[in-house]
């Protein structure tokens, strides 16, 4: 194993200094870390792979360590960075810290008024959220709607006069993160926040070319309880084209969608961001009672634009719906990096999204992560305003490591070349497999931060922050380099001395 990987790190030091980079001249090159000396081959390695062009055009941040111990590799590990969905390893473990693993959102629905004799209810139907996720296509949430359904027709119910209201305005606040771009409004990855939430906020469209060229392409919604407005501007373009697609989001919550369609392009999904959750759950709910034989004579609203009657007093939970355990739903979260889930969880620490980012900061302070190491303006790092340090990482990563139940937080983390988003990545190479490493992904920043089994089978913690490259160094480039200081990693035998 050590010497594939060894001929596996070869052939990528030999390709990062291939023609197309060592031909480029780029000015002084950035000064290699203090420690590298010949004793510390390791280190020397690292120096070279990211002081030789297309590196060399990158900011920066670095640490690495046998798991919990011995620090192997330090790179400008205190200088702050945009973490981008690096942030989520930091959400996340802070949760466990105060949630724990095993626990569950809650979701209840009650009457406004008594359930008659005759299987009646003349009031509102309230469904009330406390911030589940998992009420989503991910996880068979029309199974779940269903299975309300099911349970009223049990109790009796067979009409309601009132409305099906859904309710989420149980953490209060802005519905976006502090510091998401206005121009990702309308994009699945930036779906509104709410305590009550269908299907990730986002509806799915089907998109399919014209006739012929210059034929305004199709758009069909699929999702028929999500009341969403599109402005179709996709036009069919020659079979020849290749296919380009825009979306953004108006004042009056429109979804504006522009682009070419190659002709004869197969039919494609797109899915984009719902503008009021709550109503979207609601009027899922209501086509579930009615096709489970349960008149409704009200329509499907939310509570934000038109409040329910007040509850009696002793107006009974008609049904209560618990998640999935933290456990699973931090799985979705760090493999496939879902933005709105993370800050469902940020609220769930506090109930109050006012509070929730200090509450978060509070319990990373508890273990040693200050305001120098940690900007917190959201928890999915979609916030521009994030910012962290190498060393920040490292310190949670090693904390969560130390834990009796470091193998439940291990299987959170996308695996390289398996599964979540690094399922394409390092496959086909000694990493395959080995390496457990959240990634991050926005313009200009790209991270990774997680664990892998060396060549000797001993873990290694990385936390690796590559900021301010743009131009001809491309976000494959920073990938590929990434890439390849992480097998140098895999490939280490003999432990380098530490790094000051």
């Known amino acids: 194993m050590r010497s594939s990987s060894r001929r596996a ?38 120096d070279r792979i990211l002081t030789t062009a297309p590196a060399d055009r990158v900011t920066w941040g670095i640490v690495a360590r046998t798991a919990g111990g011995e620090v192997l590799y330090r790179r400008d590990p205190d200088r702050l960075f945009h973490p981008a969905s690096t942030m989520k390893v930091l959400t996340v473990a802070a949760a466990v810290e105060r949630l724990g693993w095993e626990f569950h959102f809650e979701t209840t629905g009650r009457a ?99 006739a012929t060229p ?7 919604v699929i999702d028929r309880d999500a009341a969403v407005t599109i402005d179709n501007r996709v036009r069919t373009a020659g079979a020849e084209t290749a296919r380009r697609l825009s979306l953004a989001r108006r004042a009056d919550a429109t979804v504006v969608l522009d682009g070419e369609v190659p002709l004869g392009y197969a039919p494609f999904k797109q899915f984009v961001a719902v503008d ?33 009657g007040p509850f009696p007093a002793d107006a009974p939970v008609l049904f209560r719906h618990q998640s999935p355990p933290l456990k699973l739903i931090a799985a979705t979260i760090m493999k496939s990096s879902q933005n709105l889930y993370t800050e469902l969880l940020l609220r769930a620490m506090t109930a109050r999204d006012t509070r929730a980012t200090e509450t978060f900061t509070s319990t990373l302070a508890s ?39 470091r193998e439940t937080w291990l299987a959170t983390f996308p695996i390289a070349g398996v599964d979540g988003t690094l399922e394409r990545r390092m496959k086909g190479t000694p990493a395959e497999g080995r390496v457990h490493a959240k990634t991050g992904s926005l313009a200009y ?28 160094t491309t976000s494959a480039d920073v990938d590929r380099i990434t890439d390849a200081v992480v097998h140098r990693l895999i490939a280490t035998g003999t432990l380098a001395p530490p790094r000051q």
């Not at 210059?214 to 069909?220: F, L, M």
């Open 9 to 46: 790190l070869a052939l990528l030091l030999v390709t990062l200094a291939g023609p197309a980079c060592a031909s480029r001249t780029t000015g002084p090159p950035a000064s290699p870390s203090p420690a590298t000396t010949a004793a510390n081959p390791l280190a020397a390695d690292l």
């Open 112 to 210: 406004t008024t008594p359930l008659e004799a005759d299987g009646t209810i003349r009031g509102d139907l309230v469904v009330t959220g406390s911030g589940d996720p998992t009420i989503s296509r991910r996880f068979d949430g029309s199974a779940t709607l269903a299975g309300w359904a099911d349970q009223l027709w049990q109790r009796g119910v067979r009409r309601i006069q009132g409305r099906v209201i859904g309710e989420g305005s149980a953490f209060g606040g802005t519905t976006f993160g502090a510091g998401w771009q206005w121009d990702d409004f309308g994009a699945s990855y930036a779906a509104p926040i709410s305590a009550l939430t269908y299907n990730d906020n986002t509806v799915e469209l089907l998109i399919a070319p014209g």
């Open 214 to 220: 210059g034929a305004r392409a199709s758009v069909t």
């Open 276 to 308: 009021d959750p709550p109503a979207y759950l609601a009027r899922a709910f209501k086509a579930a009672l009615v096709a489970r034989g349960i008149v409704v004579v009200g329509r499907a609203r939310s509570a934000e634009t038109d409040p329910p």
């Open 367 to 405: 273990w040693g992560v200050n305001g120098d190491h940690v900007v917190a303006a959201d928890g999915s790092g979609l916030s521009r305003y994030d910012l962290v340090t190498a060393s920040a990482l490292d310190t949670v990563l090693s904390r969560m490591f130390a834990r009796a139940d």
């Open 445 to 472: 920043v790209r991270a990774l931060a997680g664990y892998a089994k060396m060549a000797d089978d001993r873990w290694v913690q990385f936390a690796i922050l590559a900021n301010n490259f743009a131009g001809s």
